[in-house]
């Protein structure tokens, strides 16, 4: 298993995995475009089988884009590795705040529960992304600074 910066030819892989998840309206009101120069693709035998990205909003703002993992490979962890690496990168850049607008109950647990995000407003969706049962984002936010140093407490101490 490899996360690597994703390149040209994964971006169809990308589309499929979009698809999956019902997030491949792009261009949309829900999703314009594609930071594609802050994405990365987890790869296993060769196949991309996840992505995230991220988009920055100001010196020490950003957030979160798309993420998925392929259903088949849910489970395993990949997703915890994807996320950690997006929000390291973030903070090696200097951000400090990170948002992240969510719509699936069991995503929005998941990443209260891992990566210390807590919930900050509710977003009416603008037409159907995602979950097609469910209108609204729930906006999340995470202080960076404080997760990358306790990540950084943690790891000293294992
Ligand atoms: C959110 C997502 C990226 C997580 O990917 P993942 O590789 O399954 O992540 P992990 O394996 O690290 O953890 C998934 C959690 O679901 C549990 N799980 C176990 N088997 C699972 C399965 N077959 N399918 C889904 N989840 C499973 C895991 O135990 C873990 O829970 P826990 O950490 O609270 O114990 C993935 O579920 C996904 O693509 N969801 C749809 C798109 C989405 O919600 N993206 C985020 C947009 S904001």
């Not at 910066?5 to 589309?15: G, L, N, S, Y």
């Not at 990365?40 to 010196?59: A, E, P």
């Not at 993992?69 to 929000?87: A, E, P, S």
């Not at 929005?108 to 097609?132: C, D, M, N, Q």
């Amino acid at each position: 298993m490899t996360i690597e910066k994703i390149q040209e030819a994964d971006k169809p892989q990308v589309m499929a995995l979009l698809k999956q998840v019902n997030m491949h309206y792009v261009p949309s009101a829900e999703m314009p475009e594609i930071s594609w120069e802050n994405y990365f693709v987890v790869r296993m035998k060769g196949r991309v089988v996840g992505f995230c990205g991220y988009k920055i909003l100001s010196d020490t703002e950003a957030k979160t884009e798309l993420m998925a993992v392929d259903r088949d490979c849910r489970g395993l962890g990949l997703g915890l590795k994807l996320q950690t690496f997006r929000m390291k990168e973030m903070a090696c850049r200097g951000i400090k705040i990170l948002t992240t607008n969510c719509d699936l109950p069991k995503s929005i647990a998941w990443y209260k529960k891992h990566f210390g995000y807590e919930e900050v407003g509710r977003l009416k969706k603008v037409h159907e992304y995602s979950a097609p049962d469910i209108d609204c984002w729930t906006t999340l936010r995470v202080d960076l600074e404080k997760w990358a140093r306790q990540s950084r407490e943690v790891a000293a101490d294992e």
